[in-house]
C-alpha cells in the first residue's frame, strides 16, 4: 500500500452498506485508500486506540450506540481526526447538530456517489488540517497574550510599587530629617543659653532620628535587593544563644518603655550554621514590633525550641494585637494594621521579614487577638556544619 494511502475507519452495521462504500470507493481506485471496517462502537474506540487514521466514516445508528452519542464517543477518544456522519435520513437540523458537535461533514447513504463521498473524504481532512493549524495557532497567541498580560500586570505593581515607595520614603524621612535640623538649628542659635539638660535632650533627638533614618535607608537597599531577587543567602558558623543574647541587649539599650523580654532557648544548636544577616532582619523586626506594639512595662516573651531538624522562633507580646480579618495582610509591602493610630511605622519590616523567611526555605504564623496581643511563630531549618 502506497505511503500516501488515506486510511479510513468505517463504523457501520450493516455489511451491505458497508460493501456498497468498500465498491463507491474501489471504482475511484482502491489503492490510494486503505479502509479497515467495524460493525460496533466499542470495537471503533479500540481501533482507535491501537492504529492511527486519516478519517472517519460514522454511521449514526449502531448496536451499542444511537444517535449523537456516537460523534461524542469517538470526538472524545480522537479529537484530532476528522469525523463524517452517515445517516439514512436528510434531517437538516440533525445534520447542524453533528456539525457543531464536531463532524467536518453530514452524508444521506442513499445519495452517495464516488465523487461526492470521495470529495467529501478529502475536504473533512483538509478542513480538519486547517482547523488543527488555527487551533495551536491560537494557543501560541493565548500563551503570548498570557505572557504579555503578566508582564502588564508585574510592570503595573512595579509602578505601584514604585510610587508608594517613594511616597512613604518622603513621608517618613521627612519626619526624622525635620527633626535633625530643628534641633541642630536650637543647638546652634541658642548654645549658650540653653541648659545643659535642654542640649542632652536635642542630642538625643537628633541621635534617635539619625538611627531612624539609617534603618530606613537599610529597608531601602534591602527592599531593591529583594525585589530584584538578589537578596544573598550567606549561611555561616554561628553562636546561635550568644547571637540572640547580643540582640536583645542591643534592643534593651534603646527601650524607653522600660518594657521586660524574658529568653529561653531549649535545644543544642552547637555545629549550626545560620546566615547572621537575614536572620537580623528576622529577629530584629519582630522583637521591635513586639516593643513598639506593647504597653509600658509590659512583658515579651522571646524563645527558641529545637523540634527535630527544625528551629521554631516563638516571640509572644501582650500589646495591642491585630485585628482576625487583616492578619493575611500583614507581609504585604507599605500595609500598616488598622489599629495602630500614631505609633510610627513604615509597613516594610513584616514584608522583609518574610522574604528573608522565604529564602531560607522557612515559614511564618501569625496568631492574635485585639487588645490581648500576638504570637509570632518562625519555623526555619537547621543546617548543620560539616
Not at 498570557?146 to 509602578?159: D, M, P
Request: with cysteine; charged share 25%.
Amino acid at each position: 500500500m502506497p505511503g500516501n494511502a488515506v486510511k479510513i475507519l468505517l463504523v457501520e452495521d450493516d455489511l451491505a452498506e458497508a460493501r456498497l462504500l468498500h465498491e463507491v470507493l474501489k471504482s475511484f481506485g482502491l489503492n490510494q485508500f486503505n479502509l479497515v471496517h467495524v460493525k460496533r462502537l466499542g470495537e471503533a474506540l479500540q481501533q482507535l486506540q491501537q492504529s492511527c487514521f486519516d478519517v472517519i466514516l460514522l454511521d449514526l445508528t449502531l448496536p451499542d450506540s444511537q444517535g449523537l452519542d456516537s460523534l461524542k464517543s469517538i470526538i472524545q477518544q480522537a479529537p484530532n481526526l476528522p469525523v463524517v456522519v452517515l445517516t439514512n435520513t436528510n434531517d437538516d437540523q440533525l445534520a447542524i447538530a453533528a456539525v457543531r458537535q464536531g463532524a467536518q461533514d453530514y452524508l444521506v447513504k442513499r445519495s452517495i456517489n464516488v465523487e461526492g463521498l470521495v470529495r467529501s473524504l478529502q475536504y473533512a481532512i483538509e478542513r480538519k488540517r486547517v482547523a488543527e493549524v488555527l487551533r495551536e495557532e491560537n494557543e501560541v497567541l493565548e500563551h503570548q497574550i498570557r505572557e504579555q498580560t503578566a508582564q502588564l500586570i508585574k510592570a503595573q505593581k512595579i509602578n505601584q510599587f514604585k510610587s508608594d515607595f517613594v511616597a512613604m520614603f518622603s513621608h517618613d524621612f521627612r519626619n526624622p530629617l525635620t527633626t535633625i535640623i530643628a534641633s541642630a538649628g536650637l543647638l546652634q542659635q541658642n548654645k549658650y543659653e540653653l541648659p545643659e539638660e535642654k542640649k542632652l535632650m536635642l542630642l538625643q533627638h537628633i541621635l534617635s532620628a539619625g538611627k531612624n533614618l539609617a534603618q530606613l535607608l537599610e529597608e531601602a537597599l534591602f527592599i531593591g535587593k529583594s525585589d530584584s531577587e538578589q537578596l544573598p543567602y550567606q549561611p555561616k558558623n554561628l553562636n546561635l544563644e550568644l547571637f540572640c543574647r547580643n540582640l536583645l541587649e542591643k534592643l534593651q539599650l534603646n527601650l524607653e518603655q522600660q518594657n521586660q523580654i524574658i529568653f529561653t532557648i531549649d535545644g543544642n544548636f552547637q555545629d549550626t550554621i545560620w546566615d547572621e544577616n537575614l536572620l537580623q532582619h528576622i529577629l530584629g523586626n519582630l522583637l521591635t514590633n513586639a516593643l513598639k506594639y506593647s504597653p509600658k512595662h509590659s512583658m515579651v516573651k522571646f524563645e527558641v525550641i529545637k523540634q527535630g531538624e527544625i528551629a521554631l522562633f516563638r516571640i509572644e507580646d501582650q500589646g495591642i494585637g491585630i485585628p482576625a480579618d487583616e492578619l493575611k495582610h500583614l507581609s504585604t509591602f507599605f500595609y500598616r494594621g488598622s489599629n495602630v493610630r500614631r505609633i510610627p511605622g513604615t509597613g516594610l519590616g513584616l514584608a522583609i521579614v518574610k522574604r528573608c523567611v522565604e529564602v531560607q526555605k522557612g515559614t511564618i504564623e501569625f496568631q492574635s487577638e485585639e487588645g490581648i496581643g500576638t504570637v509570632v511563630t518562625v519555623t526555619l531549618p537547621i543546617i548543620k556544619h560539616n
